[in-house]
C-alpha cells in the first residue's frame, strides 16, 4: 500500500473555505493536519512565511509544497491532478448509471436530495465548484423559519447534508463539465473524467460571486482583495477596509466587517440600494456610531498594492447621477483615491449553468435556466424531458435560502413524478412487445 502523502491545512475560525477545503480531503479519504492561525501569531507568521505573503485561509499543503488556498486546491481536483499528488488516481472505471444526479450542494440541491430519498430515487449530488453554496459564506442566517436565535450558514448546511445522506443520498465532490441530452439516459461528464448517466437530472448549482475586472483585482485576489468578509476579515484587523456593493450581501459584508476595521467604507454605484429594509437601517445605525461610512454614486477603478504589502490604495470615481464609469468625460465626474488595507467585493452572482451550454435547455442572456414556472405540477421543468432547475440558477429575483430550498423540493417532486411515468411507460412497452411475440 502507497503510503499517503502529508497534508497540511492551515485554517482560521469561521471561515467557511476552510471547512470546504477539509471536506474535500474528508471525501478523499486522507488524513490532514490543521494549523489553526486565529489568535495565534506564531502560526500566522509561519503561514505567511510559507505562502510568500498570503494572509487568506485556508492554505493547503502537500509534502510541504504549497498548493494554495481552496481555489487553488479545487481546480488541481477538477483536473484529476489532486489525487495524483495524494497517490489515489485511478485508471477509468467506466460509466456508472443513476437514477437522478443533482448538480449542486446549497440549499436547492440539498433540499431536492433529501425528497429525493424519501422518493427511493437514489440521488447522488455533485458538490460543484463551491460546496454548500453560498450559504456557508454566511456567518448568522436569522431569517431561515424554525431557528428563532438563528443558525450558521455552514451548520444549516451541515445539517442537510446529515438529513440527505440519511435518507440514503449520496453525496460526492465533483464538478460537471458537460451535460448530453442528446440520448437518454442523459450523459453527465465531470472535469475529473468520471462519467455517469442519469435518467433525470437536477440543476440546482447555485450562482458565484462576481468580480469588478479592473486593474489590481486579479494580482491581489488573497492578498487583500476578497469575495468573503467572513473568511478574510478577521486578517485586516484594525485596517480601514471597503465593501462594493449596494444589496443584502454588501451589507452583510459591511456590518459583520465593523468587529475587526478600524472604518468600513461601503461603495455603490447608484443612490438607492437593492438591499432589503432590515439590512439598510442596521448599516445606519453602525454610520450614525461612525463605524461605517457610504458613498454612493461612486466605482472603484483600479486597485493598487503588492503581493508583499498588500492592498495600499484604490482609484475611484464620482458622479452626482451615479454610474460614473459611463461618465468618465463629463466634467462633474470627480477621480479620487482612499487608503484602505482590505476590499471586499459583493456585487452580485453570475448563474452556474455553463455545463448546460451544449444541451438545449433554455437559458437568459444572463445564464438563468427558464422553467415552465405558473401553477400546478411541473413547474422546475425544462423545454428538455428529465432535467429540472432549482434555486439561484433559476431566480435572480429572491435568491433567499427559504426559496431556494422550496424550489429544490418542486423539483424532486417534479422529477418523481417524471421517473414514475417514464417507469410506466417503460413497463407497458414492454407489455405490449410481449402481447406482440404471442
Not at 262 to 274: A, G, T
Not at 329 to 335: K, L, S
Request: aromatic residues 8%.
Amino acid at each position: 500500500m502507497t503510503e499517503q502523502p502529508h497534508v497540511e491545512i492551515y485554517t482560521k475560525d469561521d471561515c467557511p473555505y476552510c471547512e470546504m477545503a477539509k471536506d474535500l480531503f474528508d471525501a478523499k479519504g486522507i488524513e490532514y493536519e490543521t494549523y489553526n492561525v486565529t489568535g495565534d501569531e506564531e502560526r500566522f507568521e509561519e503561514m505567511i512565511e510559507r505562502t510568500d505573503g498570503r494572509k487568506t485561509a485556508p492554505e493547503v499543503f502537500i509534502d510541504d509544497e504549497l498548493v494554495g488556498g481552496y481555489d487553488d486546491t479545487k481546480a488541481l481536483d477538477e483536473d484529476g491532478e489532486l489525487d495524483e499528488k495524494l497517490g489515489i488516481a485511478t485508471a477509468d472505471g467506466g460509466v456508472e448509471h443513476r437514477k437522478l444526479v443533482i448538480s449542486g450542494s446549497g440549499i436547492a440541491g440539498l433540499t431536492a436530495a433529501i425528497y429525493a430519498a424519501r422518493s427511493n430515487n437514489d440521488p447522488l449530488v455533485l458538490e460543484g465548484d463551491e460546496p454548500g453554496g453560498q450559504l456557508t459564506l454566511t456567518t448568522d442566517v436569522e431569517n431561515y423559519p424554525g431557528f428563532p436565535e438563528g443558525i450558521s450558514g455552514p451548520d444549516l448546511i451541515n445539517n442537510m447534508k446529515e438529513q440527505a445522506e440519511r435518507f440514503g443520498a449520496e453525496i460526492k465532490n465533483g464538478v460537471i463539465e458537460d451535460v448530453d441530452d442528446s440520448s437518454r439516459p442523459y450523459r453527465v461528464e465531470l472535469s475529473n473524467g468520471d462519467v455517469y448517466t442519469a435518467d433525470a437530472f437536477i440543476a440546482a448549482s447555485g450562482a458565484s460571486a462576481r468580480t469588478l475586472g479592473i486593474p489590481g483585482e486579479d494580482e491581489l485576489m488573497g492578498y487583500g482583495v476578497s469575495t468573503c468578509a467572513t473568511c478574510d476579515g478577521a486578517f485586516f484587523r484594525d485596517e480601514e477596509m471597503l465593501v462594493i456593493g449596494g444589496g443584502d450581501a454588501a451589507m452583510e459584508e459591511a456590518n459583520f466587517l465593523t468587529k475587526f476595521a478600524e472604518k468600513v467604507y461601503l461603495v455603490h454605484r447608484r443612490e438607492e440600494f437593492r438591499a432589503e429594509d432590515y439590512w439598510i437601517d442596521r448599516t445606519h445605525e453602525k454610520v450614525e456610531e461612525g463605524e461605517i461610512e457610504i458613498i454612493k454614486n461612486a466605482e472603484v477603478r483600479e486597485i493598487h498594492g503588492s503581493v508583499e504589502e498588500g492592498v495600499d490604495y484604490v482609484d475611484l470615481v464620482r458622479h452626482p447621477e451615479g454610474y460614473p464609469t459611463d461618465k468618465l468625460d463629463d466634467p462633474e465626474t470627480e477621480e479620487f483615491e482612499m487608503d484602505v488595507g482590505a476590499v471586499f467585493l459583493a456585487i452580485g452572482h453570475t448563474p452556474n449553468t455553463e455545463y448546460l451550454e451544449d444541451t438545449v435547455v433554455e437559458m437568459d442572456e444572463a445564464g438563468y435556466i427558464q422553467t415552465v414556472g405558473g401553477k400546478g405540477g411541473g413547474q422546475t421543468e425544462t423545454g428538455v424531458p428529465g432535467i429540472f432547475g432549482a434555486g439561484d440558477v433559476v431566480d435572480y429575483h429572491y435568491q433567499q435560502a427559504v426559496t431556494a430550498a422550496g424550489m429544490g423540493c418542486k423539483a424532486a417532486l417534479d422529477a418523481d413524478d417524471y421517473l414514475e411515468t417514464a417507469e410506466i411507460e417503460a413497463e407497458e412497452g414492454t407489455t405490449e412487445a410481449a402481447t406482440g411475440d404471442d
